[in-house]
Every structure is written in structure tokens, then in C-alpha cells.
Antibody, heavy 121, light 107 residues
Framework: QVQLVETGGGVVQPGMSLRLSCAAT????????MHWVRQAPGKGLEWLAL????????FYSESLRGRFTISRANPKKIVYLDMSRLTAEDTAVYYC??????????????WGQGSLVTVSS | DIQMTQSPSSLSASIRGRVTITCRAS??????LNWYQQQSGKAPKLLVY???TLQSGVPPRFSGSGSGTDFTLTISALQPDDFATYYC?????????FGQGTKVEIK
């Protein structure tokens, strides 16, 4: 079955760190670039980060101010999001998504179910 | 960074009605524009990519158009499943920003 499953969410105290994982099944993971997107409660979608298929290039939202790191382990078919110095504003559902390409246009065609991160003391 | 602006932020429409949502980019993004649907409590779902190409399995009552800075998503003959929030996203260059969303509600 072609799917993405996020894990690692939960309640974390302000200032702490957390790692999210996104496991891929049913497709050639090592040929796809992967993204992380989040959604704060009652808010819209916020794009966070992208890692290319081989892990050689990474791009981030400037709003993260260097606190988040995206990485991947292709043999395990997992993409990670390491989050540090968390604040209440990072409380959100975090989605991973697969990037597909049509000619020179990129789009997110497969999404996970999301993992809720709550930053609270 | 490229800013994406959707309008309206919300609208009410009737079953079998027609809806048009607009998305404007802060600079020319050619046709690097995608549309997603998000139903309450669910992950987003890709509807349209490259401004006008319908994703496989998406009903033909959905259509997208535009290029450059101005884009439109149209839903003809609204069905109950279509009441959701819709987002545009530019993929011309990172960061791949989203619009703020348009919530389509039942009139």
C-alpha cells in the first residue's frame, strides 16, 4: 500500500526538542523528494522544509530560524524532522508529503495522516 | 519569498452551485501552481497541479486555470463532499508557500 505514516508527536515542554519520523511504504522512496508541512490549530497550511531524493539539498522556511532540520534515511525509507527550542507557536499537526514532478512543475501528491505536536508546560 | 493571496477567505454556496476561488502570486510563477482540498480533520488532498492539470481520480467538476500571477479554481455543480477548505501553493521556488485558504460552506 502506498502511504506515509508520521510518528513521534506528543506533548513537549517549551524549549525542548522533538524528532518526527515519516515512514514510507509502497513506492521507491529513494527517488522522491520529501516535504514537511504543518498546520496550527484552526489555521492554514505552512510549508516547512524540503529534502531532495538523495538528501544532498535541503530547503527551509525562513520562519523556522534554523531550529528545524530535515533529514532522511533511504535504506529505512524514513524522512525526519528534528525540531529544537520549541515554543507554543510550534503547536500544530505536522504532515510529511511526497513530491511528484510533471515536466518542470512540482506538487505534493501523497500526504501522511499527520502527527500532533503540542508544546506546553 | 513569494507570497500567495487567496480570495475570498470564505464563501457560502448551494449544492449544485458554482464556485470560483482566486489565487494571486506576488511574482510571476508561470504555471507552478497547485490546488489542494482539505476536509475537516483530514490531511490535504491534491486536486490540480501545474495550474490546470487534474490529479488522477479528481472529478471533472473541478478545474484550474491561469498563469503568471493570477490563478483560479472553479468547482461546478457543488457536491456535499466539496464543502471543505481549499489551498493554493506555489512550487516555482522554495519556500513553497501556500495561500491562506478558502473555506467553502453550505448556504
Amino acid at each position: 500500500q502506498v502511504q506515509l505514516v508520521e510518528t513521534g508527536g506528543g506533548v513537549v515542554q517549551p524549549g525542548m526538542s522533538l524528532r518526527l519520523s515519516c515512514a514510507a511504504t509502497g513506492f521507491a522512496f529513494n527517488t522522491y523528494s520529501m516535504h514537511w508541512v504543518r498546520q496550527a490549530p484552526g489555521k492554514g497550511l505552512e510549508w516547512l522544509a524540503l529534502i531532495t531524493y538523495d538528501g544532498k539539498e535541503k530547503f527551509y522556511s525562513e520562519s523556522l530560524r534554523g531550529r528545524f532540520t530535515i533529514s532522511r534515511a533511504n535504506p529505512k525509507k524514513i524522512v525526519y524532522l528534528d525540531m529544537s527550542r520549541l515554543t507554543a507557536e510550534d503547536t500544530a499537526v505536522y504532515y510529511c508529503a511526497r513530491e511528484e514532478r510533471f515536466r518542470s512543475v512540482y506538487y505534493l501528491d501523497l500526504w501522511g495522516q499527520g502527527s500532533l505536536v503540542t508544546v506546553s508546560s | 519569498d513569494i507570497q500567495m493571496t487567496q480570495s475570498p477567505s470564505s464563501l457560502s454556496a448551494s449544492i449544485r452551485g458554482r464556485v470560483t476561488i482566486t489565487c494571486r502570486a506576488s511574482q510571476n510563477i508561470r504555471t507552478n501552481l497547485n490546488w489542494y482540498q482539505q476536509q475537516s480533520g483530514k490531511a490535504p488532498k491534491l486536486l490540480v497541479y501545474a495550474a490546470s492539470t487534474l490529479q488522477s481520480g479528481v472529478p471533472p467538476r473541478f478545474s484550474g486555470s491561469g498563469s503568471g500571477t493570477d490563478f483560479t479554481l472553479t468547482i461546478s455543480a457543488l457536491q456535499p463532499d466539496d464543502f471543505a477548505t481549499y489551498y493554493c501553493q506555489q512550487s516555482y521556488t522554495a519556500p513553497y508557500s501556500f495561500g491562506q485558504g478558502t473555506k467553502v460552506e453550505i448556504k
